[in-house]
């Protein structure tokens, strides 16, 4: 069973930035796409950036330019850089590995 574990949120003022980080276990992740994902109150879950076992990646219009997606294999690890924070980016951030999710990471950002 795929472990997926988020840290790296809290809450920041406007214009700020955090890096969330998602560990993940298995001997098989170099191999996949990662995802990040949010979901705010009263609202549905949003793919935020995905990057490939290769390396390339794509953000949702709303983050792009301020998030940045990277993974390092050898931690078994996806990260997402996150700078120039707007209240709107408030939300839970999962990440994700094929059918598996984590258990979400809550980011609180303050104007």
């Known amino acids: 069973q795929v472990q997926l574990v988020e840290s790296g949120g809290g809450l920041v003022q406007a214009g700020g930035s955090l890096r969330l980080s998602c560990a993940a276990s298995g001997s098989d992740f170099s191999i996949y796409t990662m995802g990040w994902h949010r979901q705010a109150p009263g609202k549905q879950r949003d793919w935020v950036a995905i990057?490939?076992?290769?390396?390339?990646?794509n953000y949702a219009d709303s983050v792009k330019g301020r998030f940045t997606i990277s993974r390092d294999n050898a931690k078994n690890t996806v990260y997402l850089q996150m700078n120039s924070l707007k209240p709107e980016d408030t939300a839970v951030y999962y990440c994700?590995?094929?059918?598996?999710w984590g258990q979400g990471t809550q980011v609180t950002v303050s104007s």
């Open positions: 990057i490939t076992s290769d390396g390339r990646t």
């Open positions: 994700q590995k094929g059918g598996s």
